[in-house]
């Protein structure tokens, strides 16, 4: 298998933020990419070169229909929660996915996952995905992300950076994190879609290296060229502010991998993983200031640091 030969590959997850950036770099590579929604046409998101399947995840035939004459998948799970709308997606995507003969499915993951059980639903309905997808018998690879850089170029978070040098964020600063993007997302799917020899693996893949709350400030810095400091937000109040968007169900269930991070059950979680997946993967990820560097951060000035 070679990323040179073009593939088709169904996307489930497209129209989300991380599915997104895989299609794109995908179509960038001249890959076909087929995949599903419910949203109506005026509503997509810009993929240029996509093919929308119109249709629903817990609907069989839908995601058959996404499949067909595909030869490769990527799944990302929405932000979904609930044990048993979990499996029946991960039940649809594998039936779909040996019906077509997919060669491989990239399962995405969203999260790192603690070795031994937990009660957190975000951890446990992603394993359980999983589960399904290698129990199934289509030819599996499983990428764990750690936490996304791109959460940190929001509403929430680019106002206080850019005005004072805060950067806010709901893990401990003592917490070592390889922060990824979603493009460095994007290309750990493409590796792992593409290169031979990793049916059955589950990388943990992550950005250049582990960086604490500090360490991650000062890379800001570095990037914007200013002096910024981390700040450990509460996750109970990063939840209410994410139900306001998102609905408390939702909110609860992103919330969880924050208030697990704040037990210190796991503190290396979100770790890097000394290197086997860059290496495995063929992945060079840029330093953390690279991409701060690359963001239009002043979208989100209110003018007031012009000013002092």
């Known amino acids: 298998m070679s990323s040179e030969i073009p593939m088709r590959v169904a996307v489930v997850g497209a129209t989300g933020f991380q599915g997104g950036a895989v299609a794109r770099l995908l179509t960038e590579r001249h890959h076909r990419v087929h995949t599903l929604t419910r949203r109506p046409s005026a509503d997509r998101p810009p993929l240029p070169g996509a093919a929308f399947v119109a249709g629903d995840l817990g609907r069989p035939d839908d995601v058959r229909r996404l499949f067909e004459g595909t ?12 044990g048993g709308r979990v499996e029946a997606y991960a039940r649809n995507v594998a039936a779909a ?26 951890f446990e309905t992603r394993r359980l995905a ?6 199934s018998g289509v030819p599996l690879v499983v990428i764990r992300p750690p936490v996304y850089l791109d959460n940190l170029f929001s509403p929430w978070n680019g106002p206080s950076l850019v005005d004072d040098g805060v950067l806010a ?3 401990p600063a003592a917490a070592r994190t390889a922060w990824l993007s979603h493009r460095g997302l994007a ?14 693996r589950t990388f943990d893949i992550g950005g250049e290296r582990s960086l604490t709350g500090g360490e ?14 981390y700040e450990e937000l509460d996750p109970a109040a990063f939840e209410r502010s994410l139900g306001r968007l998102l609905g408390p169900e939702t909110a609860a269930g992103v919330a969880g991998i924050y208030h697990f991070m704040a037990s210190g ?19 060079e990820p840029p330093p953390v200031e690279e991409w701060v560097a690359r963001q239009p ?6 003018g007031e640091s012009s000013r002092h």
């Open 169 to 171: 964020y709901p893990l």
């Open 297 to 302: 951060w002043q979208v989100w000035s209110s």
């Open 130 to 135: 999983e589960r399904v997808l290698r129990d």
């Open 216 to 229: 991650l400030a000062a890379a800001f810095g570095r990037g914007l060229g200013r002096a910024v400091r």
């Open 187 to 200: 290309e750990a799917a493409l590796a792992a879609l593409s290169r031979e020899d990793l049916e059955g």
């Open 71 to 82: 030869t490769h998948a990527f799944m990302t799970m929405p932000l979904v929660y609930e």
């Open 97 to 122: 996915a040996l019906e077509a003969g997919t060669e491989r499915l990239v399962f995405n993951s969203n999260t790192r996952i603690p070795l031994g059980p937990t009660d957190v639903a975000a």
């Open 265 to 283: 059950a796991d503190p290396l979680l979100m770790a890097d993983d000394d290197g086997v997946s860059t290496e495995v993967l063929g992945l």
